[in-house]
């Protein structure tokens, strides 16, 4: 059954954390310096003083962002394949969309992942992610996506929000604009919130990852070793009794996540892991169940509900991954 071979090994999941990519502002030394004021040597009066930069502020989900002038509203943007923002507002450098621009808005939905599935679903692998700490907030980003057909650099970042739609930010730019991505980037982490705050830390901590990492490792080992007995077709009695102890492995998973502490970061994630257990459990169960009755119609259901059990899990591990549980 295809399962979660198909991704990393699960033991090695959340090994070691990845460097948060924090960004942190500094002040930079001031050196003060006589000089001597050519206008008046030369009589061509005094000098002026530089002109500020025109800015544009604009407001979506939340926060409030300022760009350069040349950067305008307007009405649509190419569309991101399985990114559909609720309230968007979409801006481009001289209100030219088709190479370069940035969309903001809400991701609908509560899911435990901070991207979509939709999104999710659409691309090879997952992308590359960071917690990066923006002006007075801290976000996910998210860059190397691979989308097929979509030929523009993405660089999407995220803004959770519990009890509420999580806010997105994506940047986008064709290899010819780059700079223009640039420009979308440097604005996002000036974002200002409006109208709430954020009072946690997205930061993966390690005490936490380490108990990730026990568990699941724990699961895998036994759950590979369970999985080779199956491939040489024992009796219907054997293969029950290797089913339950599957069951028995994925139960213990569960109980053992289930005592790990979330923070708010993690919650969702941590609920939404425990249950794919669980339902793998079951699933497992049901095996054991069905290969007693030896009912070849009730197998083949609950093998498919094994299939579809395992899958959850894999997708529950994704999403700590896009929280930042990730290898290095």
């Known amino acids: 059954m295809p399962l979660l071979e198909r991704r990393p090994a699960l033991g090695r999941l959340f090994?070691?954390?990845?460097?948060?990519d924090r960004r942190v502002l500094t002040g930079a030394a001031i050196a003060l310096v006589a000089v001597a004021i050519a206008g008046y040597v030369t009589g061509h009066g005094h000098a002026r003083p530089p002109e500020r930069e025109q800015t544009l502020t604009a407001?979506?989900?939340?926060?409030?962002l300022t760009l350069p002038q040349d950067w305008q509203t307007v009405a649509s943007a190419p569309p991101i394949p399985g990114l559909t923002l609720a309230h968007a507002i979409q801006l481009a450098p001289n209100g030219e969309t088709s190479h370069a621009g940035l969309i903001a808005g809400e991701i609908p939905g509560r899911d435990p992942s901070p991207l979509p599935r939709d999104l999710l679903d659409r691309m090879r692998g997952l992308p590359a992610t960071s917690v990066v700490g923006l002006l007075e907030v801290q976000a996910y980003r998210y860059t190397g996506f691979h989308i097929p057909g979509y030929g523009?650099?993405?660089?999407?970042?995220?803004i959770p929000n519990p009890g509420a739609e999580r806010t997105a930010l994506a940047c986008y730019a064709s290899p010819?604009?780059?700079s223009q991505m640039q420009t979308c980037q440097h604005s996002v982490t000036t974002l200002t919130l409006a109208g709430r705050t954020q009072s946690y830390d997205l930061t993966p901590q390690a005490s936490y990852a380490h108990g990730l990492s026990a568990s699941i490792g724990a699961l895998e080992s036994s759950r590979l070793a369970l999985r080779r007995q199956m491939i040489s077709h024992p009796a219907p009695a054997t293969l029950a009794g290797v089913a339950t102890r599957l069951a028995q492995s994925f139960a213990k998973a569960a109980s053992s996540i289930s005592a790990l502490q979330p923070n708010l970061a993690t919650g969702q994630a941590q609920s939404a892991l425990?249950?794919?257990l669980l339902s793998t459990r079951a699933a497992y169960a049901a095996?054991?169940?069905?290969?007693?009755?030896q009912s070849e119609t009730r197998f083949a259901?609950?093998?498919?509900?094994v299939s579809d059990g395992?899958?959850?899990?894999?997708?529950a591990l994704g999403t700590f991954a896009l929280l930042g549980y990730q290898p290095a």
């Open 310 to 315: 395992e899958a959850s899990v894999d997708d």
């Open 274 to 276: 425990s249950g794919a």
């Open 59 to 64: 407001s979506a989900a939340g926060v409030l």
């Open 15 to 20: 090994e070691r954390l990845p460097v948060v």
């Open 176 to 178: 010819a604009l780059l």
């Open 301 to 305: 259901a609950a093998r498919e509900r």
């Open 152 to 158: 523009s650099q993405l660089v999407v970042y995220v």
């Open 287 to 293: 095996l054991a169940g069905a290969a007693l009755a």
